[in-house]
C-alpha cells in the first residue's frame, strides 16, 4: 500500500513525491514515471546493492495503472547540495569524513560491476545530528548500468561528467571517480570545476594543458578562507586526472582516506 503524498521534485522522464508506505505509514520517497522499462530495471538494479548503508534502501516497484510506475523507498533526508548551500564551504576534516561515506558507497556499486553514471551532490542525500552527518547515501540510479552495458555515448550531468563521457570515448567506473571529484572541488569552492569538460571552456584548457592546477584554480575563484592541505589537493587530482587509464580506483580512495582521517 502506498500513499503519494507531495511532490518535491521532477525530471526530464520522472517526478519524485514524499508518501507513506504499507499499513504503518512508513515515510518513503516515490519516484513516478511512464517508462515501465526503465523503472522496472532501475528497480531490479537498485535491488542487487540495497543492502550496504551508502546506498538508498528500496521498498517496492508499483504499477498505479497501465501508464504510471513506481520505485518505493526510503526517506534518506535532504539533498547534500542543500546542505552545502545553508552551511557554506565544508573544513577538510568534514569533507574526509563525507568522502569516506560517500566513496564507500561507490565502491560497492563497482565490486558489483555496476557504474552510478550520475554522481551529484544532488545524487547523495544526508542526515545531520548536532552538525554531524549520521547517514550518507546515494539516490537516483537511473542512469546506472552493469559494466557489461556501457556503450560509449554521452550520458549523466553535464558539470560533472567526464571528459570520456563528454568526448564519447570508452569509459569505465571511473567516470564516477572524476565525478566524485567535481562534488568534492564544489564543497571547497561552491562552484563547479569547469562548465563542461572540453577544450572550448578556458579553464578546461588550462587544466589538461597543465599549465593550471586545482589548488590555483581553488584560489583564483573561491572566497573560501579555509585552509585545505597539499595532501588534500593531491586527493582532487587523483580523483581529477584526465588520462582515464590513469585515474585512481575507488578502492585507492578508500585507503588514502583511512590515512587521513
Avoid at 508518501?19 to 542487487?48: D, Q
Avoid at 560509449?152 to 570515448?169: F, I, K, Q, T
Avoid at 566524485?180 to 562548465?195: A, D, K, Q, V
Avoid at 588534500?232 to 587521513?260: A, C, G, P, V
Amino acid at each position: 500500500i502506498v500513499e503519494v503524498i507531495e511532490l518535491i521534485g521532477s525530471g526530464s522522464f520522472s517526478k519524485v513525491f514524499t508518501g507513506k508506505f504499507n499499513s504503518n505509514n512508513v515515510n518513503c520517497i516515490v519516484k513516478c514515471t511512464n517508462e515501465e522499462h526503465s523503472a522496472s530495471k532501475e528497480y531490479h538494479l537498485m535491488k542487487c546493492v540495497e543492502s550496504h548503508e551508502n546506498i538508498i534502501q528500496v521498498f517496492t516497484f508499483v504499477k498505479f495503472d497501465s501508464h504510471n510506475f513506481g520505485i518505493v523507498m526510503e526517506n534518506g533526508g535532504v539533498e547534500l547540495l542543500h546542505i552545502l548551500n545553508i552551511q557554506g564551504f565544508f573544513d577538510e576534516m568534514k569533507i574526509y569524513k563525507l568522502l569516506i561515506e560517500m566513496t564507500n558507497g561507490i565502491s560497492y556499486l563497482h565490486q558489483h560491476n555496476i557504474v552510478h553514471r550520475d554522481i551529484k551532490l544532488e545524487n547523495c542525500v544526508v542526515t545531520i545530528e548536532n552538525d554531524n552527518f549520521t547517514s550518507v547515501k546515494w539516490i537516483d540510479f537511473g542512469l546506472a548500468c552493469f559494466c557489461t552495458e556501457i556503450k560509449p555515448h554521452r550520458v549523466g550531468s553535464l558539470h560533472y561528467m567526464a571528459p570520456e563521457v563528454w568526448n564519447n570515448d570508452t569509459y569505465d567506473e571511473r567516470i564516477d571517480i572524476w565525478s566524485l571529484g567535481i562534488c568534492t572541488f564544489c564543497m571547497i569552492s561552491r562552484r563547479h570545476l569547469f562548465e563542461v569538460p572540453d577544450l572550448c571552456d578556458e579553464t578546461f584548457r588550462q587544466f589538461r594543458n597543465e599549465s593550471l592546477k586545482i589548488h590555483q584554480i581553488f584560489q583564483n575563484y573561491s572566497s573560501n578562507n579555509l585552509h585545505y592541505s597539499s595532501n588534500f589537493f593531491q586527493l582532487l587530482e587523483f580523483m581529477l586526472t584526465y588520462e582515464k587509464d590513469m585515474r585512481t580506483w575507488s578502492i585507492q580512495i578508500q585507503t588514502f582516506l583511512s590515512r587521513s582521517i
